[in-house]
């Protein structure tokens, strides 16, 4: 009897010790599967055509591009739009590759190089630059994240995105008739404290070199509204907005800035997962400015598009998004209606990249 109380003391005692360390796991390891059921239509697909306005493929000068033209058709991804063409002889050289094999599938952007920025001779030479390009062939120009945060001048100073020693080459962009892509800032949550109302704490803990004090280098307000500024200067001139400005969390602001800035886009690389978990507020908001919205993904990875087409096209619910350090945010489609599917895909972009070949989208 004795041997049978100490071993049945012993099995509850290890049972307790296995709850014990069942329970044992770090936050970024948790990731519960919803059990809910709900009808899903994955769209491997998109419906229509679409423009890729904001990509990235810096080999584009010596790679193979057969494959990547496999991947896309797959996606039924029409044109590509590299921005990460820089400027000079690796420009013409990516152009040159393209031409050569595909000539109708890409778009090579050019880019600015920002050292020596206060020299006498800077924003001459700049513009004489990106006369250059485009006369090679690049059908826009992008603009990096680094101006407005690491990018100083020749005295060591951060160069404002309102600079006015910049003011000639957005100018020409509008002489030229060429979009500016640009990108500004990042998400707010990154300079906000990290604490437990962050809703990026998770990603933040993961990827500690995204976090930024208040101030660093500047506040997020002011770097926004350099860029703001920027635009509203040079009203000729058409710009890109990526990633939503950063708004794609607060569509009503956003609706105001376009309002004021019609001069202004804006993609949604990078923001679907704002996009899908507020899906009543962002159908209105795709139909109200359904002429001023463009299909960006930023990465290329050919795997997550379809997150893009199923938040734009389905009214599936609950599904979730592909990068879990984002937040544990649950999609929802949009369910929008063709004619603002086919501007968002397309249209618009051939708006702003003329020259296309129109047969590419007649499917």
């Not at 949550?189 to 976090?211: A, G, H, I, Q, Y």
């Amino acid at each position: 009897m004795t041997n049978f109380k100490t071993c049945l003391v012993a099995i509850v005692f290890l049972n307790v010790i296995f709850q014990s360390c069942a329970q044992e796991m770090s936050f970024e390891e948790y990731n519960p599967k919803s059990t809910l059921v709900v009808p899903e239509n994955i769209v491997e697909k998109a419906k229509y055509p679409f423009i890729d306005i904001h990509s990235h493929q810096f080999q584009m000068a010596t790679q193979d591009l057969s494959q990547l033209i496999n991947a896309m058709d797959t996606l039924n991804l029409a044109v590509m739009v590299n921005l990460s063409g820089g400027s000079g002889e690796g420009l013409k050289n990516m152009l040159a590759n393209v031409n050569q094999h595909y000539p109708n599938r890409f778009v090579i952007f050019a880019n600015v190089d920002f050292k020596g920025v206060g020299s006498p001779d800077w924003s001459d030479n700049a513009v004489k630059q990106l006369e250059e390009d485009v006369k090679s062939g690049a059908k826009g120009l992008k603009i990096y994240k680094s101006l407005g945060l690491r990018n100083k001048d020749i005295n060591g100073n951060r160069i404002a995105i309102d600079d006015p020693r910049l003011d000639p080459i957005w100018a020409k962009c509008g002489e030229l008739n060429i979009p500016v892509l640009i990108h500004a800032a990042d998400p707010k949550s990154f300079w906000d404290p990290m604490d437990s109302t962050n809703e990026r704490w998770l990603e933040l803990k993961t990827r500690p070199r995204r976090k930024r004090s208040a101030d660093n280098p500047a506040p997020w307000e002011q770097i926004i509204n350099e860029q703001h500024n920027m635009i509203r200067k040079h009203p000729e001139t058409e710009f890109i907005n990526a990633h939503m400005g950063w708004y794609a969390n607060n569509l009503q602001r956003l609706s105001e800035l376009l309002e004021q800035m019609p001069n202004m886009y804006v993609g949604i690389g990078a923001v679907i997962a704002e996009l899908g978990r507020q899906p009543r507020n962002a159908r209105k908001f795709f139909i109200t400015y359904q002429d001023r919205i463009l299909f960006g993904k930023d990465s290329w990875q050919p795997s997550e598009f379809p997150t893009y087409f199923r938040v734009l096209e389905t009214d599936d619910e609950y599904f979730p998004y592909y990068k879990k350090y984002h937040a544990f945010w649950a999609m929802y489609g949009l369910d929008l209606p063709d004619e603002v599917l086919r501007k968002v895909y397309y249209k618009n972009a051939l708006k702003l990249l003329p020259g296309l070949d129109p047969n590419l989208f007649e499917n």
